[in-house]
């Protein structure tokens, strides 16, 4: 279940993959730092290959494609193995396409009108995005009114200085962020320092 396995990694790295063999590298090393998962977003070239590489060279790792907007990028990141999918936003056609192909689903919403529309389609765990953009967490607070039931994952604006008072929202399970896996690292193989920015992130995430 979604909700678990978002429990679970509590912190979720957005990454953008530049090429697939410093993507394989770039998971191992937030690996090394206790991370349990990894959204790979389907923004460059290199996406659907990293997923690929990634979920056959790091088995541990929950590899979740990202920046998926409609039923055929759902498909293809499906094919390349990724075992979550996340998206920025949800229209019907994704939310029936995502059930039908029996896959761990993170719909984005930004409204309580679209979370009463991904609910009405199964769904109970949605990514709020762009959060802080949206209203952070005094929206959080104000959604579990009306939707005690409901959990999310905020993504967007997180960072080191604000992350733990998302996480420490009850009806807030995970979160996601970029901020251990910056172009500027990436592009310079720090892995240690990413390493070590996962590894402070899961020491400071609240179960």
């Not at 937030?30 to 979920?55: C, D, F, H, Q």
């Amino acid at each position: 279940m979604i909700i678990t396995t978002l429990a679970a990694c509590r912190v979720l790295p957005v990454i953008t993959a530049i090429d697939t063999k410093s993507t394989v590298a770039l998971v191992e090393a937030l690996g090394r730092g206790g991370m349990k998962a990894v959204e790979i977003t389907l923004r460059t070239p290199a996406a659907l290959e990293s997923i690929r590489e990634v979920s056959a060279q790091v088995p541990d790792m929950i590899v979740a494609a990202g920046t998926v907007t409609n039923p055929d990028e759902l498909q293809r990141a499906v094919e390349a193995g990724a075992s979550m999918v996340v998206s920025p936003g949800a229209t019907p056609r994704l939310l029936r396409a995502a059930r039908e192909a029996k896959i761990d689903f993170l719909p984005g919403i930004a409204t309580a009108s679209e979370v009463m529309q991904g609910l009405d389609e199964g769904y109970s765990c949605f990514k709020l995005f762009p959060a802080v953009a949206v209203g952070g967490l005094n929206l959080l607070k104000s959604l579990a009114g009306p939707f005690p039931e409901v959990k999310f994952c905020p993504t967007g604006g997180l960072s080191p200085s604000n992350f733990r008072e998302f996480l420490a929202l009850p009806n807030v399970v995970c979160c996601g962020g970029s901020w251990m896996v910056t172009a500027e690292l990436v592009e310079n193989h720090r892995w240690d320092d990413i390493t070590a920015l996962a590894r402070d992130a899961m020491a400071h995430a609240p179960h």
